[in-house]
């Protein structure tokens, strides 16, 4: 009788340690980050315009001295990088996105966010309006991904869209979750 008994516990001290090993740390986790500082060849490294002119979509100083940016003028499109292979995964469909910037009165800066689901390989994404304010402005907004959850699903690019006249100034832009797939937990 001693021998379930010490099976039974056995099995319950390692659920126990296995929900803790894949519970993700509290707080949000970095999935993507960009904050435009590396350049190569007059641009963010990895960062192409795929609509407007060369002249709509620009690198340039920000707020600060030394920081650095996009400024997007009029009708325009900007794809940014993959997050590396090593980056953080989600498990789920909920991120938050938290995008540093200034948008000119009648101006509107939408971010879609895509991701690759490895179990499927197939490309998920989801677009969010940004608040666009005149004064640099930095809120967190939640960008919820359609139904299946992701399992593995790693940020594959982050697409900038400027609508309507004036200027909007970009500056650091991150993608966190607190639905993380953490290796053997998904």
Known sequence: MRRPLAVASWLAVTAVLVTLACD??????????????TICDGAPCGWTRTSGGPEQATWEETLHPGEHGLRLTGEVTVRGPAAPDSA?????TVVEVQLAHRCELGSTLSVSVVFE???TGSLRDATLRVLSEPAW???AQTLTLPDPPLI????VAVILTKGGAGVCEVGDLTVNTTELCL???C
């Open 152 to 155: 593995g699903g790693r940020v």
């Open 88 to 92: 953080r995964r989600l498990r789920g």
């Open 137 to 139: 402005t930095a809120p």
């Open 117 to 119: 689901d490895a179990s």
């Open 24 to 37: 993700p740390e509290d707080g949000p986790l970095l999935l993507f980050a960009e904050d435009f500082e």
């Open 183 to 185: 290796d053997g937990c």
